[in-house]
């Protein structure tokens, strides 16, 4: 189930993409934020659909682009895509029809968003309004929303991640939420290397799907990013672990935790740096099985492209993430 290189340390936010297993990194724009929130929030205004919504829908669609070889990746403002034929209608001539009235005449989805008549597929703001367009017609609360996305995607996962992407816009009331931190505190006693990839025999023949960070039992473990928990409780070969999702569509994977820090529960948000529990030896058994090998924190990274969900190296972003840190602490 369930890439990027230090640019420089000037650096404050970036997107990360992924191939298979090549590493890919891309630097916004400064500005990149400020112009999306403004697109959001005037078809908003419009439509009623509430922008946090809107930015999760265009996240999600910017993290498949990015992660998807059957798709071109997003060079305009916003990521949304919509293939020709479903812009244009199935059943029209001209797949790059702009005509908003032929558009609707073959049931298209494309619209005149910006007033300039023209339904045009390389225009961000029409895009950003023919997608809210659309689900306006199921309804602009909740549970009309998601039966929209899921009528549009087909897919629990797509509304889930969604889902998740507007509960965090909403919270922090801002775009950039790419802040990392190391898993646990750079003063603590720790030592990692890169083992992702190498054989595991308990439970069955078996690749190790993350990096082991040995540390002593009970040295804090941390959100490495904003996200919210998607799964918390006890595996019997991670056991006690949790599972946080972020708006990169990465899940984030802890385990062989001694506990979960008081109050920790699925659907909560988390930022970088919260503390989710501690360091542990729990696992490889029935629920409470501990000490089969040393204390540490087994963390693993998954990136989900839309239609499936696969597992990728954590120890460059560790690196880059606890380089970082320093330099911000040096700074302080």
Known sequence: MRVALF????????????SG??????????????????????????????WYYLAAIDQYERNIRLVRRDLPKPDGTLGIYFRPEVWAGPANPNPFEENPAIIQFFNGIGVDGNGDGKASLKDDEDKLYAIANYLLS???????????????????RTVGSIAIYAKLYRHFGRLDLDKRVFPVPLRSNHSYRSTWGDKRGWGGRRIHEGTDIFAGYGVPVRATCYGVVEI?????????????????????????????????????????GMVIGGVGSSGYGPPGTSGKFPPHLHYGMYK???????????YPHLARWKQIERIEMRRK
């Not at 199921?138 to 629990?156: M, P």
């Not at 989900?304 to 954590?314: A, L, R």
């Open 304 to 314: 989900d492209n839309g239609k499936t969900e696969w597992s990728f190296d954590p």
């Open 138 to 156: 199921y309804g602009i609360d909740h549970d009309n929303i998601k039966i929209g996305l899921w009528n549009y995607y087909k897919r629990d």
């Open 7 to 18: 640019i420089g340390t000037f650096l404050l936010c970036f997107t990360t993409a992924f």
């Open 21 to 50: 297993n090549k590493v890919n990194a891309k630097e916004p724009n400064p500005n990149v934020y400020q112009e999306r929130m403004r697109l959001y929030e005037k078809v908003e205004a419009v439509t009623q659909i509430p």
């Open 232 to 272: 918390k409780g006890w595996n019997k070969f991670g056991g006690w672990r949790i599972g946080i999702r972020d708006i990169n569509n990465t899940y984030h994977y802890f385990a062989h935790l001694s506990g979960f820090a008081k109050d920790i529960q699925v659907g909560q948000i988390v930022e970088p």
